[in-house]
């Protein structure tokens, strides 16, 4: 039978239905909702219930033909919903531990050309923030003007190596090398 969608009956909300599209797609789905407007039907692939489940939103005219398998209980249901709670707050804790890395990554009260010199070091060198200066591998820090000379602390081999980066990365970023 050709859909159109001039049927709502044909997309009641959790109806079996076997479709074929016009590209050729072949597959058996549950309807979560048809949205007359515009005329786009959303399917819960497969029959069956479980953790996975693959979502499919299909214009009702790219329907070719579908066969009515059955009416199942409202696909949304919540007392049938599998939701992994663990794997979700672990994915939330994730999240929210990437957002504060990003954060401590910007610099409050500095220039765009100081946030520039850090997001530069921290490519090849692990760098954070103390206020507005730069801490470079826990030892050096870089003051502003964020200069070769305004780097301080640390081993010998450490500061020369911090100020070579330095001064490479602002010949790279185009930055003048002073204070003027």
């Known amino acids: 039978m050709a859909m159109d969608?001039?049927?709502?009956?044909?997309?009641?909300?959790?109806?079996?239905?076997?479709?074929?599209?016009?590209?050729?797609?072949?597959?058996?789905?549950?309807?979560i909702t048809f949205d007359r407007p515009s005329n786009i039907l959303?399917?819960?692939?497969?029959?069956?219930?479980?953790p996975r489940r693959n979502i499919r939103l299909l214009k009702a005219s790219y329907i070719k033909e579908s066969n009515f398998l059955g009416q199942a209980d409202d696909p949304l249901d919540p007392n049938n919903c599998y939701?992994?709670?663990?794997?979700?707050?672990?994915?939330?804790e994730l999240a929210i531990r990437q957002a504060e890395a990003e954060a401590e990554r910007i610099g409050?009260?500095?220039?765009?050309?100081?946030?520039?010199?850090f997001d530069a070091l921290s490519k090849t060198l692990p760098v954070?923030?103390?206020?507005?200066?730069?801490?470079v591998m826990n030892e050096v820090?870089?003051?502003?003007?964020?200069?070769?000379?305004?780097?301080?602390g640390g081993t010998p081999a450490a500061n020369e190596r911090v100020k070579?980066?330095?001064?490479?990365?602002?010949?790279?970023?185009?930055?003048?090398?002073?204070s003027g």
């Open 108 to 117: 409050v009260g500095v220039t765009s050309e100081a946030q520039s010199i």
């Open 42 to 50: 959303v399917l819960q692939e497969g029959i069956k219930p479980g």
């Open 5 to 31: 969608g001039s049927n709502p009956e044909e997309f009641a909300v959790g109806c079996l239905l076997s479709i074929k599209t016009t590209f050729g797609d072949e597959f058996e789905g549950q309807v």
């Open 83 to 92: 939701l992994d709670l663990s794997a979700l707050q672990a994915r939330e």
């Open 128 to 135: 954070r923030w103390d206020e507005t200066k730069i801490v």
């Open 164 to 178: 070579k980066v330095l001064e490479f990365e602002r010949k790279r970023l185009q930055l003048r090398n002073t």
């Open 141 to 152: 820090c870089v003051s502003s003007p964020y200069l070769p000379e305004s780097v301080s």
